[in-house]
């Protein structure tokens, strides 16, 4: 059996296209869809850059690979569907890794049924759950019972020909607006509390009621909510970079 077209389109969305060599996380030259020289060639190396038909044959080349392996692996009849779900796995994962897998036991033994949950079981990487992979697994999990019709539940993450850096505080909108909306109390914070100094010239007492006044409450709310939006987009940031 052969991926098919099908199959390959969830294989590129779930991989994204980068037509520049880059370093994974596993720390290994990666180039088109996922392609490391470990796949075969063409080797990756450092400013190395290809197009878009190249990628795109380079990633059906390494699928032979792990389409034989998938074959060798399973001893029961499979859909195209079911066969395209585990060569994405496979590709994914390894075929190493679905070689001793409880998924393989479960398609092995025609257990079918348990077969979505064995795929949803492989989301974590770095010890803890990546939105990456539960979105990989739900669309092999799709092949898998052959639902063509049904929508995805998550965004096709969708990767631009060029590559680009992930996003960083400075260019998340969530990020800057919660810094702003921080400095700006902040700021009126500190002018409210240096005019009315400079107009009672008693700087304790003045100080003291301007921190028990409404404005001064609602103002260290806003201060207190910019830092805890800044934070919550950082870390959203962080796992969205896998």
Not at 223 to 233: L, M, S, V
Request: net charge positive; proline share 6%.
């Amino acid at each position: 059996m052969k991926t098919s077209d099908k199959g390959v389109r969830e294989i590129q969305a779930s991989e994204g296209l980068r037509l520049q060599s880059y370093l994974c996380p596993a720390g290994k030259w990666t180039i088109g869809y996922g392609h490391t020289s470990d796949a075969g060639p063409p080797r990756v190396l450092p400013g190395m850059r290809i197009n878009r038909a190249e990628a795109e044959q380079i990633l059906r080349d390494d699928l032979r690979m792990f389409e034989a392996g998938v074959m060798a692996l399973v001893k029961a009849p499979l859909t195209q569907g079911q066969f395209d779900a585990l060569v994405s796995f496979a590709y994914n994962c390894g075929l190493g890794a679905l070689k001793k897998s409880t998924l393989l036991k479960r398609v092995n033994a025609r257990e079918f049924d348990k077969v979505p949950a064995e795929f949803m079981k492989w989301t974590r990487g770095g010890g803890r759950e990546l939105p990456g992979l539960v979105r990989r697994r739900r669309a092999e999990t799709a092949l898998w019972r052959s639902l063509d019709d049904a929508p995805s539940s998550e965004p096709v993450r969708v990767v631009p020909d060029e590559p680009k850096p992930p996003k960083t505080m400075a260019q998340s909108k969530e990020g800057n607006a919660a810094v702003l909306s921080g400095a700006f109390a902040t700021v009126a914070a500190v002018n409210d509390a240096v005019a009315q100094i400079s107009t009672t010239g008693d700087s304790v007492d003045t100080v003291m009621k301007i921190v028990r006044s409404p404005n001064f409450l609602v103002m260290l709310g806003i201060i207190i909510a910019a830092g805890a939006i800044w934070y919550w987009r950082r870390r959203k940031l962080i796992d969205e970079g896998v």
